[in-house]
């Protein structure tokens, strides 16, 4: 399984950004897809995910800013970025899983600066 991530860059604080990830490699269809971020000095951390319910999750920094998104038939999820600030400067990785408790796949990570 491949995940490829694109739509990072630099952008001044207050814009916009549409990450986007499209998988490939597996026969299934993902249970979960999820957008993750790391800053520099800092771990990991989830910023958003959407199961194939549709259940959505968004991290309290983010919520009402950010807005998450997939398109099941194509294996894609998109992380539209509106307001942006520095403090969302980071590397985004997507990451999807094939079900409940299995692996997590990853991709390999989209910049994402922010000048203040």
């Known amino acids: 399984v491949q995940l490829q991530a694109s739509g990072g860059g630099l952008v001044q604080a207050g814009g916009s950004l549409r990450l986007s990830c499209a998988a490939s490699g597996s026969g299934f269809s993902f249970d979960l897809m999820a957008w993750y971020r790391q800053a520099p000095g800092k771990d990991r951390e989830l910023v958003a995910s959407?199961?194939?319910?549709?259940?959505?999750y968004y991290d309290s920094s983010v919520k009402g800013r950010f807005t998450i998104s997939r398109d099941m038939a194509k294996n894609t999820v998109n992380l539209q970025m509106n307001t942006l600030t520095f403090e969302d400067t980071a590397r985004y990785f997507c990451?999807?899983?094939?079900?409940?408790?299995?692996?997590?796949?990853w991709g390999q990570g989209t910049q994402v600066t922010v000048s203040s």
């Open positions: 959407m199961t194939s319910a549709g259940g959505v």
């Open positions: 990451a999807a899983r094939i079900y409940l408790g299995g692996n997590y796949y």
